[in-house]
């Protein structure tokens, strides 16, 4: 325990004593998005809503919230919900900038009759029910156009990718592909 409150000691004494722009947060993108393709498991579809934290003029740190499901093989769809975390490298092309991404994935899937059965105990990702906890990674490459439309401090700008991604243990989505389309605000200093 005095351990625990030394370093916690250690690190409000740091923060209060270093400089107020070394404790600011790095830029950061809002996406939201949604996506098309095959999974093992047959056709899926799913909407992210992703954060690009703008670490330095190149690297990024990509987190994703994402909810679908996957329609084919089994008698009933499943839906699924995940959380996508990983580095992203960005290279400027013009005024457009390339983009690309490696994601660890957590996904919690099940059939439909499940979610509608148990929906607290699934979105908690309770085992006892059906749902399957899957991880995985997901790459992705990807473009971010010129932009739309200029606000005071950021800018609309539409972004489209290609994904993919493995879950091994997962036997409706141990592999998936899919296009992605979506809208982002940028802040205006820079993609």
């Known amino acids: 325990m005095s351990r625990y409150l030394a370093c916690l000691l250690f690190v409000s004494l740091g923060c209060g004593l270093a400089p107020r722009s070394a404790l600011a947060l790095p830029p950061v993108s809002l996406i939201g998005s949604s996506a098309l393709g095959p999974a ?51 290279l400027p092309v013009g005024r457009s900038l ?7 994935a957590h996904i919690h899937h099940t059939g439909a009759d499940a979610w509608r059965a148990r929906p607290t105990a699934n979105l908690a990702g309770d085992s006892s029910g059906s749902v399957l906890h899957r991880s995985g990674l997901e790459a992705s490459v990807g473009w971010t ?7 005071s401090a950021w ?3 539409l972004e489209t990718d290609v994904a993919g991604g493995v879950l091994p243990a997962s036997e409706a ?8 389309l979506g809208l982002g605000l940028v802040p205006r200093s820079g993609r």
Do not use: C, K, N
């Not at 047959?42 to 190149?58: F, I, K, N, T």
């Not at 390339?98 to 660890?104: G, K």
């Not at 156009?145 to 606000?151: K, Q, V």
């Open 155 to 157: 800018s609309l700008v």
């Open 98 to 104: 390339m983009r690309m991404s490696l994601q660890v």
């Open 40 to 90: 093992r498991g047959g056709a899926g579809v799913h909407g992210d809503l992703s954060a690009r934290w703008q670490l330095s003029p190149y690297w990024s740190l990509v987190t994703t919230g994402r909810a679908g499901g996957v329609v084919g093989h089994s008698a009933q769809p499943e839906l699924l919900l995940g959380l996508l975390i990983g580095p992203g490298f960005g």
């Open 173 to 180: 989505l141990a592999w998936s592909a899919g296009l992605r």
């Open 145 to 151: 156009w010129p932009s739309l439309h200029e606000f």
